[in-house]
């Protein structure tokens, strides 16, 4: 049988249920301890989930159940009477009240405590290398510029960028060449070398796809960016140095503590699930 796909619901940023859902039709009624939620606010949803490719249905179902999730989190919290105080999350921006609700009920039910030195410790020691100074990238490109927003214009340039990486995959010799001949960055009088990169020098895109390549690796399909298609060779990786524990101490302590959060928060909204009276949702514990 068929395993139902699993549904992460975040609030506030914060994950709190992966629980399993099961395809339900689209456009039936949905109701939380009697609570009808309107399908414009599912629709609203919708647009923070991603439906797989021949899978319409999906993207609708998650926004049931992450409405679903939050309309439990705000009952819960009027139940106890919290008030709401919206906080500042940004230069001029506050949460909503309904933000601010689901955070001081989270915060009132969810209580974690820092891991003891040995539990950070044993954790390091489970494999020291994960914890490194940054790398560092050497890389040439070769840059199809376009506009990503202009499907015409962007499907030409990727066929264009797609023929000038078989080019030098088929001779790596000539990238250089190919780089100054076709290159729409100023690296193209270099060859399209663009010297020691940094995490963080460049377009999250384009460091991804560094972060995959093997030294003196050529990308084999072009990486788009806000720039356009890049034919991307990385020529020399150095590994950064593995951190000593004191060093990443806290680093290791915080992520441990945010997965304990992230696995009480699991629990309480469960706790709802199981309690409440759902149409229209299947949140299974």
């Known amino acids: 049988m068929t395993q139902p796909a699993r ?36 629709r609203a949803e919708t647009q923070h989930h991603a439906a797989p490719k021949g899978k ?51 915060d009132a039910e969810v209580v974690t405590e820092a891991p003891d030195e040995a539990s950070v410790r044993a954790e390091w020691e489970r494999d020291p290398s994960r914890f490194r100074t940054p790398p560092l990238w050497e890389v040439s490109h070769i840059l199809v510029a376009c506009d990503p927003g202009d499907e015409a214009g962007r499907a030409a340039a990727h066929a264009r960028a797609s023929d000038l990486a078989a080019q030098a995959l088929s001779d790596p010799r000539t990238f250089a060449h190919l780089a100054r001949e076709h290159s729409a960055c100023d690296s193209k009088s270099s060859g399209g070398a663009l010297g020691q990169i940094r995490p963080g020098d460049c377009v999250p895109e384009f460091e991804a796809a560094l972060r995959r390549m093997a030294d003196g690796e050529i990308g084999r399909e072009p990486v788009l960016t806000r720039h356009g298609w890049h034919i991307i060779r990385l020529d020399a990786v150095a590994e950064g140095d593995v951190l000593p524990f004191e060093a990443v101490r806290q680093k290791i302590s915080d992520a441990m503590m945010k997965a304990a959060w992230s696995r009480a928060a699991r629990q309480f909204v469960d706790r709802l699930v199981q309690a409440a009276d759902l149409v229209g949702a299947d949140l299974e514990s």
């Open 7 to 42: 549904t992460v619901i975040a609030v506030n940023g914060r994950i709190v249920s992966g629980a399993p859902s099961a395809p339900r039709p689209i456009g039936g009624p949905v109701t939380v301890n009697g609570e009808v939620i309107p399908a414009a606010a599912i």
């Open 56 to 106: 319409p249905g999906a993207a609708w179902r998650s926004a049931v159940n992450a409405v679903v999730v939050r309309t439990l989190l705000l009952q819960e919290a009027r139940r106890r009477g919290l008030t709401p105080e919206p906080e500042e999350i940004g230069p001029g921006r506050y949460e909503t009240e309904e933000e601010a609700l689901t955070r001081a009920l989270l």
